[in-house]
């Protein structure tokens, strides 16, 4: 189709020679700035995915008919059910760079080993039984827990017990998809360790506060080096914010009544994943966090409580096990109703190492 400027009504106010001119654009394969200046540079970010919440009452359902329905193995390799935002309609997308999914393993059975370049975590919302072994290092997961599989890491999952089980999977697929940047390797059949250890190696050697191996291979690595990030330490220190604040003292919670914290990589104190950033937060009950809007996207899961959100002005109820996708630039504000716990993962250490970030309150 021919380019015309955004200033003509229609090619007849183009004289021959205007008309030849981008006719002979399209036929180089050019487009000219000034055609196009609003969609390249809008006065705001006009992000195409939109603001949306999946019920888990909804998604859980569907994962246990997969699960009686779908076979786990070679090939499918995960029974993964990824959220897809209607904004970005036909892509397993839950935003331009994000990647959420429900994945249901059941009773006895093996997730194959495999691996690719995409940085992955897994994050319990309830239940427990299953281990996922990355690197050869068997990891248990328990809810409320955060598990790591940084790119490259080989990594299965096996479920020696009687129950199924599900969790949130993230990964920055859709980033590493629109760079062209993706691997994937099979691992070798048969070999996922099924052993069942109470503490993994990475814990027993990195899940110490404050403290490193003082060791010549204990450099600075890009991803956290440590597999799980156990819930009865992100619940303590959430817990003594909200204590420690309430006796007068300021600057350790967010805001009123709004404990958070991040979960980071012990070499570096950075972020525990390169592209992802992962955190969980507080609200106390009767408490409304400030409206904020973000470049960058995220996605948040309700781990327990109940409330609601409000995303660019439409408020909608939450409860335990929602999924929620927030756009760039989508204000957002959060109210808990009861002491309202949740799960966010963001692609914010991107956009800060480009020097994109930028963030506004209303």
């Known amino acids: 189709m021919t ?8 090619d007849a106010e183009l004289s021959t020679a205007e008309k030849q001119l981008y006719e002979d654009f399209n036929r180089f394969g050019l487009i000219p700035l000034w055609t196009e200046r609003e969609d390249l540079m809008p006065t705001a970010p006009a992000p195409q995915a939109v603001p949306y919440v999946w019920h888990w009452d909804d998604l859980y359902p569907l994962a246990a008919r997969a699960g009686d329905l779908i076979p786990v193995g070679r090939g499918g390799e995960r029974r993964a059910i990824s959220v897809s935002n209607p ?21 006895n059975e093996v997730a194959p080993a495999h691996r690719h370049s995409q940085n992955a975590f897994r ?40 129950k199924p089980m599900a969790w949130l999977d993230g990964l920055d697929i859709p ?31 990195w899940g110490h506060p404050g403290l490193r191996p003082v060791a010549a291979t204990a450099e600075d690595t890009p991803n956290s080096p440590l597999a799980a990030y156990r819930w009865e330490h992100t619940d303590a220190a959430l817990t003594a914010q909200l204590e420690v604040a309430a006796d007068g003292h300021t600057g350790v919670v967010t805001e009123p009544g709004h404990a958070a914290v991040r979960f980071s990589n012990p070499t570096t ?17 009767g408490e409304r966090t400030a409206a904020v809007r ?69």
């Open 3 to 10: 380019q015309t400027p955004a200033n003509a009504d229609s």
């Open 175 to 205: 980033f590493v998809s629109a760079t062209d940047t993706g691997f994937f390797e099979f691992g070798e059949d048969g070999v996922t360790d099924r052993s069942t250890p109470h503490r993994s190696r990475s814990e027993r050697v």
């Open 294 to 362: 973000e470049t960058g996207s995220s996605v948040w899961q309700v781990f327990d409580g109940a409330g609601a959100i409000t995303l660019d002005g439409m408020r909608t109820d939450l409860v335990r096990g929602d999924v929620i996708a927030v756009p760039s630039w989508c204000e957002v504000a959060i109210e808990a109703r009861t002491d309202l716990d949740l799960f966010r993962f963001s692609d914010a250490p991107i956009f800060e190492r480009l020097n994109l970030a930028r963030r506004e309150y209303s």
């Open 269 to 285: 104190g950075g972020d525990a994943l390169t592209t992802i950033r992962t955190e969980m937060h507080r609200v106390a009950a």
């Open 123 to 162: 994050f319990v919302l309830e239940g427990e039984g299953v281990w996922t072994v990355v690197d050869g290092d068997p990891v248990a997961m328990r809810r409320g827990d955060l598990l790591l599989t940084p790119g490259w890491q080989f990594h299965g999952h096996h479920n020696p017990h009687p």
């Open 87 to 107: 904004g970005l309609p036909g892509l397993p997308y839950a935003t331009p760079t994000l990647w959420a999914a429900i994945q249901y393993l059941g009773p």
